[in-house]
């Protein structure tokens, strides 16, 4: 009893005296290193573990790619070392992000890009561009400070697409859609009960608390079409036990969803 009383006597030093600069810089210190031991915020797709994560199933598993959210092409472009343009397909909503996407891949390359985005049905809906600051365009509108144009954009349900497309089999589905993410994935519910889509890397950040959508939920939903959900580290990935003191903090946090009839293939991955 003695000891919680210390601590918790501690606890309340620290939080009384929280406008000293000192007592500040170090906490500001402390949320930054605890934030990068959980490798959170960091969006690089060569040093978070995304290139990994790619790397690890597409050298091991056939089928087409889909970039759903690709922005301007960063995470195709890290894709492209590893696999044949023919095997990608990009989408992109957003007119200015897409122009930049067709110019900086298109040319050179067989990439399949679509200039409208996946979710659970057919339609249009607003949209929200940031033009300083492209990759935080969503449809949700945060309270962030940043300049922001609403707009209208298409998407359609991945099913619809899949099944016009022919694909039989899709080896990565990497969703950025900062807070769509799981339309886009209600969107593809026959491809996912089929077993088509073997591993899905997904983000889950500060939109989906606007979404109400917790990391739970998505557990819940994948755990039901039999995938196993990993949380990406930059050289490793560790299975999600749900904790949620430890897992809800919609900071942003990139996670990989596999197949059971791969895990064993990608076990040197893990």
Request: proline share 4%.
């Amino acid at each position: 009893m003695e000891t919680y009383a210390i601590k918790c006597r501690l606890k309340s030093m620290i939080a009384s005296r929280r406008n000293s600069p000192i007592v500040r810089y170090v906490a500001d210190g402390a949320e930054k290193y605890l934030r990068a031991f959980n490798n959170e915020q960091n969006w690089h797709t060569r040093y978070n573990g995304e290139a990994h994560a790619f790397h690890s199933v597409a050298n091991t598993v056939d089928g087409d790619v889909l970039d759903v959210g690709a922005n301007e092409g960063q995470w195709a472009t890290m894709a492209l070392d590893v696999i044949d343009g023919n095997r990608l397909h990009c989408f992109e909503v957003v007119p200015q992000i897409f122009h930049k996407l067709k110019n900086g891949l298109g040319p050179r390359t067989t990439v399949t890009l679509n200039h409208f985005g996946l979710g659970s049905k057919a339609g249009s809906i607003d949209f929200y561009f940031y033009p300083d600051s492209p990759d935080r365009s969503s449809c949700y509108s945060l309270n962030d400070g940043f300049r922001k144009e609403k707009i209208k954009v298409c998407i359609i349900p991945g099913d619809e697409y899949i099944s016009e497309r022919g694909i039989r089999k899709i080896a990565f589905l990497k969703l950025d859609v900062e807070g769509m993410e799981m339309d886009v994935l209600r969107g593809l519910s026959s491809s996912l009960q089929a077993g088509i889509i073997q591993a899905i890397q997904f983000e889950h950040g500060p939109a989906h608390a606007l979404a109400r959508q917790l990391v739970k939920d998505f557990l819940e939903f994948l755990e039901g079409y039999s995938y196993t959900v990993f949380k990406i580290f930059p050289k490793t990935f560790v299975k999600v036990d749900y904790d949620p003191e430890r897992d809800e903090s919609f900071v942003g946090q990139n996670l990989l969803a596999v197949r059971p009839e791969i895990l064993d293939r990608l076990s040197r991955a893990f």
